[in-house]
């Protein structure tokens, strides 16, 4: 199925896509899903971290995922790479990893208060990428956005699955 797209485009400048691909909602989410990545991945690099680490930063605030393994599944990280940026985060007093009480053989992660500094400040860094990136839209769109893609996530990702206590447009 192909989209018309009712707004007016930018000036040309020369450079246009076939109808095929301008029309195609793969094409179109694939090519501003990687815009949106790259812009964000840069502004998290320049302030001194990876957008991995954001993603642990965020999980150890939420504590759905304490352990480690829980950690790297969720980011379908391999979890040797997640020690390496655990390490790394732990280094710089973001975060400390404890031995579960229940499990000797997990190691639970948590957020220390520098930690929950940081996430702050890369938490407002992000929301303004999101901001610029969706300005375009009013806040109903933005709304309406969000309501269709949580719903494709949901049907394509187990992880974007909603707690029970949460009510989600369908």
Do not use: W
């Amino acid at each position: 199925m192909r989209y018309t797209i009712g707004v007016t485009p930018p000036v040309n400048t020369g450079a246009c896509l076939p109808s095929a691909l301008a029309t195609s909602p793969v094409f179109l989410l694939g090519r501003l899903g990687y815009a949106l990545k790259r812009q964000a991945v840069a502004e998290l690099e320049e302030a001194g971290y990876s957008f991995y680490e954001y993603s642990v930063l965020t999980l150890a605030e939420d504590g759905t995922c304490k352990a480690q393994t829980e950690i790297a599944d969720v980011l379908l990280l391999d979890r040797s790479q997640l020690v390496g940026l655990l390490d790394g985060l732990e280094e710089r007093g973001l975060i400390e990893r404890q031995r579960d009480q229940n499990d000797r053989r997990r190691h639970v992660v948590k957020l220390t208060r520098g930690g929950r500094q940081e996430l702050g400040r890369l938490r407002t860094l992000v929301n303004r990428i999101e901001d610029e990136f969706l300005a375009p839209l009013d806040a109903e769109s933005r709304s309406d956005l969000f309501a269709i893609l949580s719903r494709l996530a949901r049907a394509h990702d187990t992880r974007f699955a909603v707690p029970a206590d949460v009510a989600v447009a369908s």
